[in-house]
């Protein structure tokens, strides 16, 4: 069967999906714990879809909250292959204006609290994923080409996302240290989710909208929430457009875009030491390499 499947993880202002068909929710019970909220599956011009709010309807939960690996996991048990997370980002350059698309290729880790949500390994079964490159570029490629067809925004090819802590927004020395350093964004989720992606072996990718110019901007003002709630209400209709047109290019593919035998190389433990509780957490996400 060559069945195509997209997970989306909706950020802030985005947390329904329209123009599902075969609409269902769902609720997954994982070994993390509950996903952030139940899951909404169905169809969406062919592709079978299953829509997740990141902060749970109506914004319960705060960044350092997120139950990550379960969110992850409960996208693995329903079979998606592929996942988009959107994410509400500050820009971190001039030439990315408030309204605009990234459709970035490289994160800087920037949180401290997380080490437990970062990865499914650990606790009887430790492996080291290769991370160089932590979207997944086919993916990447077809949601950057579906942003520019169908966004109506400035859509950005590539970037550094500086994966901050929270929920503060950044001090001004924050932000022009991130600045320093290259980077074109900067937001308080995705980097968690792409690393959790690859270790389900998962193609992730991530579309960042950007709401604000963060606070080192001289000329304009420093970010605040109601500034950011007009632009995300804009933004969250571009991201809408952007989901359709990745699945009516996903529908016209030949091939799958999948993420397969990224992690068969990564485990260090030796199969007999590998906990029986190990192998129960991750048998869904890597059990043929278990043994």
Not at 223 to 228: M, W
Request: hydrophobic share 40%; net charge neutral.
């Amino acid at each position: 069967m060559n069945e195509k499947t997209l997970g989306i993880i909706g950020g802030s202002g985005l947390y329904d999906l329209d123009g599902l068909s075969d609409r269902a929710e769902v609720e997954v019970d994982t070994p993390f714990g509950r996903p952030s909220d139940v899951i909404v599956t169905g169809r969406l011009y062919g592709v079978r879809c299953a829509f997740l709010p990141r902060h749970g309807r109506g914004h319960r939960l705060a960044p350092h909250e997120l139950p990550f690996r379960a969110n992850l996991w409960a996208m693995k048990k329903l079979g998606m292959e592929c996942v988009l997370g959107v994410s509400a980002v500050g820009s971190l350059r001039e030439g990315i204006a408030p309204g605009g698309l990234v459709i970035v290729d490289q994160f800087i880790d920037r949180t401290r609290g997380r080490t437990q949500e970062a990865t499914f390994f650990g606790h009887g079964c430790v492996a080291h994923a290769h991370f160089a490159d932590p979207v997944w570029e086919p993916l990447r490629k077809l949601t950057l080409d579906a942003a520019r067809a169908a966004s109506g925004a400035t859509v950005h090819d590539g970037g550094t996302y500086v994966c901050m802590e929270g929920p503060h927004f950044s001090t001004r020395a924050e932000s022009n240290l991130y600045r320093s350093w290259g980077a074109a964004v900067i937001g308080m989720t995705n980097l968690q989710e792409a690393k959790l992606a690859r270790e389900a072996e998962i193609a992730y990718a991530t579309i960042a909208l950007a709401t604000d110019y963060d606070c080192w901007h001289e000329t304009e003002a420093d970010v605040d929430v109601a500034a950011v709630v007009r632009v995300l209400l804009a933004n969250v209709e571009k991201a809408r457009r952007v989901i359709v047109e990745v699945c009516k290019r996903l529908t016209a593919m030949q091939e799958r875009i999948a993420c397969r035998g990224a992690m068969e190389h990564a485990i260090l433990s030796s199969k007999t030491a590998i906990s029986e509780d190990a192998r129960r957490r991750l048998a869904l996400l890597i059990g043929q390499y278990l043994g």
